[in-house]
């Protein structure tokens, strides 16, 4: 990967991404003094802080928080997918299973209901919630078991269902989502969410774990019947969703939610960074969602329209964000943006002038140590030299592979954030053309 174009897009992701790291975002809403603290308005008081997260981001946002905070903060919990020496006290932290709940993220689970339920109604939080969040912490609803819950995620996860209907259905087997975690807390507090859905819905940010959310257990059955899921799930969660045994609480408590960062703020710090190289940049859209592979060949078909309007020394950046998903039907490994990038590599054919570049702002694409790829002119021709078949790639889902092979990986390392995925398409003079 060394043409200009490829350089450019993975020096731009991550400027991007760096740009939105929490302490950048996090830090200009809090205020503090001698006697008060105040995060995007709201009063923490004038006593100590208990700090609670999970997500993706959960450690960088408390990091950043401990540094605005200080001897404030009397304690709390962090909830993670991975180890992280950095946190400081007096802040404990714990792993969790991910992306498929684990015996990990049920002890998570329990321990931050333990510690949450343990404060008393003077006591002031801040809950930093981000995506991953549904699977780092789960306490099953009973008969459940973390397993039957396991086994679900991967079917939902495998089907390429939109988040909104997975989490819908998650939140009907867990004792903590849609507001079940927030039922047993008396103190008050805060959410600030780092958002990784698409219109930013608090219900479906990490499954709501303080939202109230409304159970229709009907619903999610038919939707799982409508899906031609239900004889695949386990028998216990067929019986739960048609007979609940216990419910959830009722009496829902609400707390303030405010949105530090979403995808939206992702595009814009993409788009900065492309102006400030003199590179014109559109956005497109912030709701880029669908089967991966259809997606990945329109945003080409896109780029080629306007190409064909541009003149030929013209440059211009396409800019898209949202979730796209993929329905698993092979074997192969990959992510969602991996398969964008092979499905739109197949639609470009070697076409020297659009690359494009989709990857995952949280830094991992699916189960991979890759946060995407880069599809352009260099991949396509390692690809022949190499005899692959980017088509038979496509059709085993093995992006992953593919691109390891023929150099398109992007692997930045887990970010610290998570706001959702980013596809950035430069429209450029080809190489044997340009001055």
């Known amino acids: 990967m060394n043409t200009q174009p490829a350089k450019l897009l993975k020096t731009v992701f991550q400027e991007a991404i760096d740009s939105c790291s929490p302490d950048k975002l ?12 105040r995060i995007a308005g709201h009063s923490l008081g004038t006593g100590p802080v208990h700090v609670f997260g999970s997500g993706k981001a959960a450690v960088s946002m408390a990091i950043a928080l401990r540094q605005a905070l200080k001897e404030r903060i009397a304690g709390g919990l962090i909830v993670s997918p991975e180890e992280s020496p950095a946190l400081p006290s007096p802040l404990r932290h714990i792993t969790g299973g991910h992306p498929i709940p684990t015996s990990k993220s049920q002890r998570a689970g329990e321990e931050m209901m333990r510690e949450m339920a343990a404060l008393k109604p003077t006591d002031r939080f801040v809950y930093l919630l981000s995506g991953g969040s549904s699977a780092l912490i789960e306490v099953p609803e009973p008969p459940l078991s973390v397993r039957d819950i396991a086994h679900a995620t991967k079917l939902l996860l495998n089907a390429g269902l939109p988040i909104e209907e997975t989490n819908r259905i998650r939140v009907h087997l867990s004792r903590l989502k849609g507001g079940g975690l927030g039922s047993l807390v008396s103190a008050k507090g805060i959410v600030l969410a780092m958002s990784d859905v698409i219109g930013d819905a608090l219900s479906v940010i990490g499954s709501g774990p303080l939202w109230p959310v409304e159970r229709d257990y009907r619903m999610c059955a038919e939707l799982l019947r409508q899906r031609g899921l239900w004889q695949e799930f386990p028998a216990a969660v067929r019986e739960n969703l048609t007979h609940p045994a216990n419910g959830l609480p009722r009496e829902f408590r609400r707390f303030q939610h405010e949105i530090v960062a979403n995808n939206n703020t992702l595009l814009l710090a993409v788009q900065t960074a492309l102006e400030k190289r003199n590179y014109p940049a559109s956005i497109v859209t912030d709701r880029l969602e669908g089967e991966a592979a259809v ?125 959702l995925d980013i596809v950035i398409v430069l429209i450029h003079p080809s190489p044997e053309t340009a001055d």
């Open 26 to 37: 996090l830090l200009p809403l809090i205020r503090t003094d001698k006697t008060e603290a």
């Open 295 to 419: 997606v990945g060949r329109q945003i080409v078909d896109f780029a080629k329209l306007t190409a064909e309007t541009m003149k030929s020394k013209e440059k211009l950046a396409l800019l898209f964000s949202g979730e796209t998903t993929v329905t698993v039907k092979g074997d192969g490994t990959g992510g969602r943006c991996q398969e964008l990038a092979l499905a739109a590599l197949i639609e470009l054919k070697g076409n020297p002038t659009v690359t494009l570049l989709a990857a995952g702002s949280d830094g991992r694409d699916g189960p991979t140590d890759a946060a995407g790829a880069i599809a352009d002119q260099q991949v396509w021709k390692n690809a022949r030299k190499l005899g692959l078949s980017p088509e038979r790639f496509l059709a085993k889902n093995d992006s992953y592979h593919f691109f390891h092979t023929t150099g398109g990986l992007i692997q930045t390392g887990t970010t610290g954030i998570n706001l």
